[in-house]
């Protein structure tokens, strides 16, 4: 069974954001990962993680729209990606992303239709370019999180 094929089973089990998030990062061959969905108050909360430092956690438990990489994949509604998010000079990459250790790392909107209500982000400890095949892939999977 395919990546979109399990996630849309996954999509109606209570803890489907962490379950589809964990299929998502060893399908891909990645090490890390954070879904985050948009809370009534207009901020991205975190709603599952994959080996996330404690301390970045904390961090990233809210994030306003528009700040980091899952910020800006919720704003413009398009995949944010970083090859090396330690060497990023674009301004995408905020301090709490580089603490992670990552390097390889992209994060989709995660769509209710065509409402973005979240963002759904992988990250490899290599440096990576993700495939347009893989982040059409990321894209799809996200939706089953919506």
């Known amino acids: 069974m395919g990546l979109l094929e ?13 379950k589809i998030l964990q299929a998502a990062i060893e399908a891909l061959g990645a090490d890390s990962g954070t879904v985050h969905l ?16 404690q301390a970045v ?3 990233v438990a809210e994030i306003p729209v528009g700040k980091g990489m899952a910020g800006l994949a919720v704003e413009r509604g398009q995949p944010v990606t970083a090859c090396n998010i330690q060497t990023d000079t674009s301004g995408d990459v ?5 603490a992670t250790g990552m390097e390889g790392a992209i994060v ?3 769509f209710r239709g065509s409402q973005v209500v979240g963002a759904f982000g992988v990250a ?6 993700f495939t347009a095949d893989e982040v059409a892939l990321l ?3 996200a939706r089953c999180v919506a």
């Open 6 to 18: 399990t996630a849309r089973e996954l999509a109606s089990h209570p803890d489907r954001a962490q």
């Open 38 to 53: 948009l809370g009534d108050d207009g901020l991205l909360h975190l709603a599952a993680s994959h080996q996330i430092p």
């Open 57 to 59: 956690l904390q961090l």
């Open 94 to 98: 905020r301090p709490a992303a580089k």
């Open 108 to 110: 989709v909107p995660v």
């Open 124 to 129: 490899s400890r290599q440096q990576r370019t």
């Open 139 to 141: 894209v799809e999977v």
